[in-house]
């Protein structure tokens, strides 16, 4: 079965750096898009970023733009997300997510959603 | 940025009840429209995808419809397990784009 594991959260101060982890198992890594999203305690969903299965593509939303990169390595089936210049509005909890795509019949074209989301991983920014 | 609004933002129903949640975007997005759902202290679980496609292994009793810039999610019968909270999320484009969530609590 699809398992996603997010690791590397933790306490940094203001301004600092953290690297997220996310192991995947139980599909194949490599021909997969995945994505890192965020919840702020008691807050929605935001969407981090984006990289392609084979890491050609990255984007990446406004609020993070600069500051954090998202990479993989697809020989060790892991996800990552390199943080810096933190800030205390970055506080969340960070999740993985798997990209599954499906044939669109009215396009003719290949659309990606998430089907899997790992379980989190807390990242507080605080002096 | 294309922008997702959900209403309301919560709702109180009874077990059995029919429950209905509307999400619309800023502009139109075919329709390419997930829906989740999350509860307190996990993972949001995908629903939804393709605006009206139930993912695998989701009971029947949820359903979804619409397209262009307007969008449902219907729970038929209420049931304990069914409280939580609901987003939509677009992915026609990039920044995929969450709607603020619905939390659907028990009356």
């Known amino acids: 079965q699809v398992q996603l594991v997010e690791s590397g959260g933790g306490v940094v101060q203001p301004g600092g750096s953290l690297r997220l982890s996310c192991a995947a198992s139980g599909f194949t890594f490599s021909s997969y898009g995945m994505h890192w999203v965020r919840q702020a305690p008691g807050k929605g969903l935001e969407w981090v970023a984006f990289?392609?299965?084979?890491?050609?593509?990255?984007y990446y939303a406004d609020s993070v733009k600069g500051r954090f990169t998202i990479s993989r390595d697809n020989s060790k089936n892991t996800l990552y997300l390199q943080m810096n210049s933190l800030r205390a509005e970055d506080t969340a909890v960070y999740y993985c997510?798997?990209?599954?795509?499906?044939?669109?019949?009215?396009?003719?074209?290949?659309?990606?959603?998430?089907?899997?989301w790992g379980q989190g991983t807390l990242v507080t920014v605080s002096s | 940025d294309i922008q997702m609004t959900q209403s309301p933002s919560s709702l109180s129903a009874s077990v059995g009840d029919r429950v209905t949640i509307t999400c619309r975007a800023s502009q139109g997005i075919s329709n390419y429209l997930a829906w989740f759902q999350q509860k307190p202290g996990k993972a949001p679980k995908s629903l939804i995808y393709a605006a009206s496609s139930l993912q695998s292994g989701v009971p029947s009793k949820f359903s979804g419809s619409g397209s262009g810039t307007d969008f449902t999610l219907t729970i038929s019968s209420l049931q304990p397990e069914d409280f939580a909270t609901y987003y939509c999320q677009q992915y026609n484009s990039y920044p995929r784009t969450f709607g603020g969530g619905t939390k659907v609590e028990i009356k």
């Open positions: 997510a798997k990209d599954v795509g499906y044939y669109d019949i009215l396009t003719g074209s290949t659309k990606y959603y998430f089907d899997y």
């Open positions: 990289i392609r299965y084979d890491g050609s593509n990255k």
